[in-house]
């Protein structure tokens, strides 16, 4: 039997091998809102969504391991850049299922202490479900099957997930607050081709 896991929705993981200790200091500065939207108990974003333009260095960090995988693995020789940008923080609560318009990839970089027996992995959800009609269960899951895959926060994590991907931050009941840095990525320049043909220089 051959299969072949047809049209993916890459999961990446990179470990940050650079210094991002900053990002601890940059943390004390913000000012954090809690989201207003059902099921979101506890969860945090930062009043800034765009946290690094101050802080260029990460962004150039985000950038060049995001190059890395678009050129190497995807084969893209295209530019991009990073739109928004916030801080998330989470105390003894959750997050509900969401994903990010207006954006191609999504990164969250985890720069704290954390402690897996706390919770709070960030879980996917498989938007194929959302094509089938009838829901079967697997008496084993595994990633070819599954409409559900967690990764635990590990210091020094970056991930990057297509935006359309739903995704949220499970129950978490650490003693301290549950932090990330989140970002979304979007192409820049020209790109497309005939009658969708885009160029952002146009505008």
Not at 14 to 25: A, T
Not at 35 to 48: R, T, V
Not at 61 to 67: D, E, H, P, V
């Amino acid at each position: 039997m051959e299969v072949t896991p047809l049209f993916s929705s890459n999961l990446v993981q990179f470990m940050v091998k650079e210094r991002i200790d900053q990002l601890n200091d940059d943390i004390k500065k913000q000012e954090f809102k809690i989201i207003n939207a059902p099921g979101s108990n506890n969860s945090q974003i930062s009043a800034d969504r765009r946290v690094l333009e101050k802080c260029p260095r990460i962004k150039k960090l985000i950038l060049k391991y995001f190059y890395q995988y678009s050129k190497e693995f995807l084969s893209y020789d295209g530019d991009f850049d990073i739109a928004t940008s916030w801080f998330t923080k989470v105390e003894k609560g959750s997050s509900q299922f969401h994903f990010h318009k207006n954006s191609f990839y999504s990164a969250v970089l985890y720069f704290g202490e954390y402690d897996q027996v706390s919770g709070g992995s960030i879980q996917f959800n498989s938007p194929i479900e959302q094509l089938s009609d009838f829901q079967i269960d697997p008496n084993q899951w595994f990633i070819g099957n599954a409409n559900l895959w967690g990764v635990y926060p590990t210091k020094n994590l970056l991930l990057f997930f297509p935006s359309y991907l739903s995704h949220r931050i499970e129950e978490y009941y650490g003693e301290n607050p549950r932090y990330s840095l989140v970002v979304n990525i979007v192409p820049i320049g020209k790109y497309g081709e005939a009658d969708s043909t885009y160029n952002t220089n146009w505008f």
